[in-house]
């Protein structure tokens, strides 16, 4: 096949992740999608990582880590959002999870075209990544999720109590100074309204 003629469904994949809810076993004030997740958890990893590389003498790639985090949950267009009580339940779900996780991966890469394929697999195979863009991502990951339940909570939603004191809990205890630096530096305005965001600058 002539490569001008080559046919891939990999972005039309992609674009339905703004389709994909999250938090789908709470009642939601604002629904979130994976793809705007995914958005937010790239900024943040990136913030991270550059704060881990001016402050605590890091050298890690930031934009590959943004990178990375962009397709953190792509798979999910295939299994779709399996909420965390679940998906850690037990074992046995995370052991299986794990498998259907990696299948998925499999699917997406087999969308692309065979040439590109190696350029996006340390993207989409979790496994490939280094474990310092892991766990950046990681944290990211649940300060994404810290800041969605504290918008429910401002908008009145007692749903997201639980889960809000879990996760502030969680990175209070991280070890890894970036987090705690981030949280002290960015976290506390999110709460503001465009008001109170207006009389900052």
């Not at 766990?135 to 918008?151: E, F, N, V």
Request: aromatic share 8%; glycine share 2%; with cysteine.
């Amino acid at each position: 096949m002539h490569e001008n003629e080559i046919s891939s469904s990999f972005y039309a994949y992609l674009s339905r992740l703004r389709w994909i809810k999250r938090w789908g076993l709470k009642r939601n004030a604002h629904d979130e999608n994976v793809m705007e997740h995914s958005w937010e958890v790239s900024v943040i990893a990136h913030t991270l990582a550059l704060i881990k590389n001016r402050y605590y003498n890091g050298s890690v790639d930031a934009n590959a880590v943004a990178t990375a985090a962009l397709y953190h949950d792509v798979t999910e267009v295939i299994t779709g959002d399996l909420p965390t009580p679940i998906k850690y339940h037990s074992e046995a779900i995370s052991n299986a999870y794990k498998q259907i996780e990696q299948q998925a991966e499999m699917e997406l890469l087999n969308q692309l075209p065979a040439e590109l394929r190696q350029d996006f697999e340390p993207l989409i195979r979790h496994a490939q990544l280094p474990e310092e863009h892991v766990q950046l991502i990681k944290a990211a990951d649940k300060i994404s999720a810290y800041l969605k339940c504290q918008a429910e909570l401002k908008a009145g939603n007692s749903e997201f109590v639980t889960a809000a004191a879990q996760l502030a809990l969680v990175i209070g205890e991280s070890q890894q100074p970036e987090v705690l630096f981030f949280m002290k530096t960015f976290a506390p305005s999110c709460s503001l309204t465009l008001d109170g965001l207006m009389k900052t600058f």
